[in-house]
């Protein structure tokens, strides 16, 4: 059964949020409430070996999804934090810069603006391109 592009992305939001909560909660419990945190502080080297549940659910989830999908959320989350109206020509320049299925999800995985720049991404969109049309253009 095909997953439209539409229904993977909103998977992709809830995920992507609760990841980013799972984060804001994890450093207020351990470097404070509004502190943030400094890299090779006791503090950091704690918060980044506390587990996280929900970043390992949206890793799993991307990885289950098929390369097209991938690559798609990928160009969305860069056109739109670069600002690309032209967007199937720079995907696929992109695309040419991660080798790996691997490397793209790592990508997605280490932004936690990540909604906000495919939601710009989305924006930027073509008339003559839907939502669900998307993994197609690459």
Known sequence: MHTPFSIILKRFEVLSDLVNQEGQYSQNLIVGPGRHFEYGAPDTRVLMAEPSPCEAAFEAFLNELPEAMVYALLGLMYSGRDKQ????????????????????????????????????????LPTTISLNQVPEQL
Not at 91 to 98: G, I, S, V
Not at 111 to 119: A, G
């Open 85 to 124: 109206p032209g967007a199937p020509e720079y995907w696929r320049e992109l695309r040419a810069n991660f080798d790996t299925r691997d490397q793209a999800v790592e990508k997605l995985l280490e932004k936690t603006s990540r909604m906000e720049y495919i939601k710009e991404g989305i924006a930027l």
